[in-house]
């Protein structure tokens, strides 16, 4: 091989590589790294993931604490709510790149597997796995909430702003929290499925997205939680309306969102693929 031939495939090796890298990765290659991070999540042991779940109820806690001192320390003009709103990111952004389990979140890749190989115990794993995550994480939010509620961890000033957010965030009418819902469980998983090409942009790509949740005045089941934990240690709301007017409504527009209308759309987007490369 001559000189000029070895130079010739060195510069085309550097230009494919260079090419690969502007692109990223295709969305057969972002699909499978999500369905081996589902395949992961389902192997996990249960111990494990309630520990991380409790984990993540707590520390999703500074999504609603961010939002609260912004909103406490900024002037009341008609842009406060624009940024006020990017304190909203601050627990997703402690989870996320903690790798904690977060209902609408690490649950969401497991339903890859399961649409790749919908049998009875692969759903017997998928409900076992969001049954223990979901659990874990209100647990978590209502140990935050008992401490910030009775401990001077907050000054009643501040605790008096988290009630005020608290309220409006679980004071939706059912059937409007199960819709608001539904465009938070979108944004959450296309947080998922962007997360394996966003080359060191991850920071960016969290805090857009969750900013875009509080900004359109959204529901998270879990951020939500912590809300609903505030108000009901306080007795400033009832069971049933925490559990039917809020809880449940929100789950099913996550689920919805995030589940029904996201993952199967991305499947179906590059099934030809998979079906090809069977």
């Not at 395949?39 to 961010?66: H, K």
Request: hydrophobic share 50%; glycine share 8%; with cysteine.
């Amino acid at each position: 091989m001559t000189h000029n031939s070895s130079s010739t495939l060195v510069e085309k090796k550097s230009e494919d590589e260079a090419v690969t890298e502007a692109s990223g990765l295709s969305p057969r290659l972002i699909f499978e790294t999500i369905r081996r991070h589902g395949d992961e999540e389902l192997g996990r042991p249960i111990n494990t993931l309630f520990w991380s779940g409790i984990a993540a109820g707590i520390l999703i806690s500074f999504s609603v604490l961010g939002e609260a001192y912004l909103r406490a320390h900024l002037p009341d003009t008609g842009w406060r709510y624009i940024i006020e709103n990017l304190g909203y990111s601050l627990g997703f952004l402690l989870v996320i790149l903690g790798r904690m389990q977060l209902f609408t979140e690490n649950t969401i890749t497991t339903v890859v597997p399961m649409v790749l190989d919908p049998c009875r115990s692969i759903f017997a794993r998928v409900a076992t796995l969001w049954s223990v995550v979901l659990f874990a994480n209100v647990i978590g939010a209502f140990l935050i909430a008992l401490f910030l509620v009775y401990t001077p961890a907050l000054t009643p000033e501040m605790l008096a702003v988290v009630n005020e957010l608290s309220a409006h965030a679980t004071g939706f009418p059912a059937v409007e929290g199960l819709v608001r819902g539904i465009p938070a469980g979108i944004l959450i998983a296309s947080i998922v499925w962007m997360l394996p090409s966003a080359q060191n942009n991850e920071v960016l790509l969290i805090v857009i997205f969750t900013w875009l949740i509080a900004l359109g005045d959204f529901t998270h089941i879990v951020a939500g939680s912590v809300e609903m934990a505030v108000l009901a240690v306080q007795g400033m709301i009832s069971a049933p309306q925490a559990v039917f007017g809020f809880f449940l409504p929100v789950l099913v527009g996550n689920v919805i969102g995030g589940t029904a209308v996201f993952t199967m759309m991305t499947y179906a987007q590059i099934r030809p693929e998979i079906d090809d490369a069977k």
